[in-house]
T-cell receptor
Framework: NAGVTQTPKFRVLKTGQSMTLLCAQD?????MYWYRQDPGMGLRLIHY???????AKGEVPDGYNVSRLKKQNFLLGLESAAPSQTSVYFC???????????????FGDGTRLSIL | SQKIEQNSEALNIQEGKTATLTCNYT??????LQWYRQDPGRGPVFLLL?????KEKRKERLKVTFDTTLKQSLFHITASQPADSATYLC??????????FGGGTRLMVKP
């Protein structure tokens, strides 16, 4: 039982390049989330999904796209990377509840992304 | 939008003492408040959830209070140990029913 697994763990990109961050969970959770964490700031929600085939915008969605084709996977894409997207990206999942905030979230260990 | 304030300065305490961390929120009165622990290079790990109608919640050496009048939560670790050293994050639901996280407070427990 691995929980939430993120790949890759580290990546360096050049401005304008694209890439996809992968998140997989084996807990059969309905909800999945992508956050970014920057020094001195709290985790900020980028996009989330309340079930297979659904996605929605969070607090800071610009420059990112997501897909949830399978219940266990949630992909985060950067179409044209910018230096402002240098950050640590965390994926999380939670069980079905009354909304998105009344259940514990289970996090992966993050992807450290640098955009040069 | 919801705003959460946690002391950005590290809290240094001696082993065996009680550590108390503060979480203040503004702009929105949440129904839930959660605390997470984050170790360097790792993702946050859920510790406790407290609801607005619960004044206090305990789990082993951990205690969380939720004061809706003061708009504040206190997180206590009793009999602290060096292994408790980590960054502790507070989070509440916001008007969009998603979680808003604070920037976290780093706790250092010295032997």
């Amino acid at each position: 039982n691995a929980g939430v697994t993120q790949t890759p763990k580290f990546r360096v990109l050049k401005t304008g390049q694209s890439m996809t961050l992968l998140c997989a969970q084996d807990m059969n959770h309905e909800y999945m989330y992508w956050y970014r964490q920057d020094p001195g700031m709290g985790l900020r929600l980028i996009h989330y999904s309340v079930g297979e085939g659904t996605t929605a915008k969070g607090e800071v969605p610009d420059g990112y796209n997501v897909s949830r084709l399978k219940k266990q996977n949630f992909l985060l894409g950067l179409e044209s990377a910018a230096p402002s997207q240098t950050s640590v990206y965390f994926c999380a999942s939670s069980i079905l509840g009354q909304g998105l905030s009344n259940q514990p979230q289970h996090f992966g260990d993050g992807t450290r992304l640098s955009i040069l | 939008s919801q705003k959460i304030e946690q002391n950005s300065e590290a809290l240094n305490i001696q082993e065996g003492k009680t550590a108390t961390l503060t979480c203040n929120y503004t702009n929105y009165s949440p129904a839930y408040l959660q605390w997470y622990r984050q170790d360097p290079g790792r993702g946050p790990v859920f510790l406790l959830l407290i609801r607005e109608n619960e004044k206090e919640k305990r789990k082993e050496r951990l205690k969380v209070t939720f004061d809706t009048t003061l708009k504040q939560s206190l997180f206590h670790i009793t009999a602290s140990q060096p292994a408790d050293s980590a960054t502790y994050l507070c989070a509440t639901n916001n008007a969009g029913n998603m979680l808003t996280f604070g920037g976290g407070t780093r706790l250092m427990v010295k032997p």
